[in-house]
T-cell receptor, first 113, second 114 residues
Framework: SQTIHQWPATLVQPVGSPLSLECTVEGTSNPNLYWYRQAAGRGLQLLFYSVGIGQISSEVPQNLSASRPQDRQFILSSKKLLLSDSGFYLC????????????FGDGTRLSIL | AQSVTQPDIHITVSEGASLELRCNYSYGATPYLFWYVQSPGQGLQLLLKYFSGDTLVQGIKGFEAEFKRSQSSFNLRKPSVHWSDAAEYFCAVASGGGADGLTFGKGTHLIIQP
């Protein structure tokens, strides 16, 4: 069966520090991969998605970036964190194709001090 | 562009009572609709999905949802709630045009009274 792993589960970082969140999927090949941010009371906001290695689509302009160095690995990064980057970050995957249900990891709680 | 509205931010239901969570969508073509549940501090779990066919779909944990095109709705129901159903519930619609992400409603927080 397929599983998705995100780490770390929680992270506290100072303003201006770099960020790297990692997500990996097991048990499937060539998945679509997604990064969402969830802020309190605001639902989920799609940040990035990827349909293949090295292919990244950005939905919201910001100081975050994403990379997909391997088929089942998706990384969310920042060179300099802002206070507004605080939130709950969720990685998700779906099978290749359109309109497929997405399956989520357990998330990373990011607090910026 | 598609959108999803969940009119109720909070709903309180007594344990054992029936539940209905509302979801309205805006989408020009046939929608692909989903309901997810999120327990505190965790990711989202897929409850059920509607792609086509029978407008009443069954999901996990005893949930069902009914697609009504005339009302642009996809309400989630459960005949008898359990305390473990307390969570945040999200309705979502797929874009239909590609592999980009789902559009989510802002969620409904379900509180279960003993």
């Amino acid at each position: 069966s397929q599983t998705i792993h995100q780490w770390p589960a929680t992270l506290v970082q100072p303003v201006g520090s770099p960020l790297s969140l990692e997500c990996t999927v097991e048990g499937t090949s060539n998945p679509n991969l997604y990064w969402y941010r969830q802020a309190a009371g605001r639902g989920l906001q799609l940040l990035f998605y990827s349909v293949g290695i090295g292919q990244i689509s950005s939905e919201v302009p910001q100081n975050l970036s994403a990379s997909r160095p391997q088929d089942r690995q998706f990384i969310l990064s920042s060179k300099k964190l802002l206070l507004s980057d605080s939130g709950f970050y969720l990685c998700a995957w779906s099978v290749t194709g359109t309109n497929q249900p997405q399956h989520f990891g357990d998330g990373t709680r990011l607090s910026i001090l | 562009a598609q959108s999803v509205t969940q009119p109720d931010i909070h709903i309180t239901v007594s344990e054992g009572a029936s539940l209905e969570l509302r979801c309205n969508y805006s989408y020009g073509a046939t929608p692909y609709l989903f309901w997810y549940v999120q327990s505190p501090g965790q990711g989202l779990q897929l409850l059920l999905k509607y792609f086509s066919g029978d407008t009443l779909v069954q999901g996990i944990k005893g949930f069902e949802a009914e697609f009504k095109r005339s009302q642009s709705s996809f309400n989630l129901r459960k005949p008898s709630v359990h305390w473990s159903d307390a969570a945040e519930y999200f309705c979502a619609v797929a874009s239909g045009g590609g592999a980009d992400g789902l559009t989510f409603g802002k969620g409904t927080h379900l509180i279960i009274q003993p």
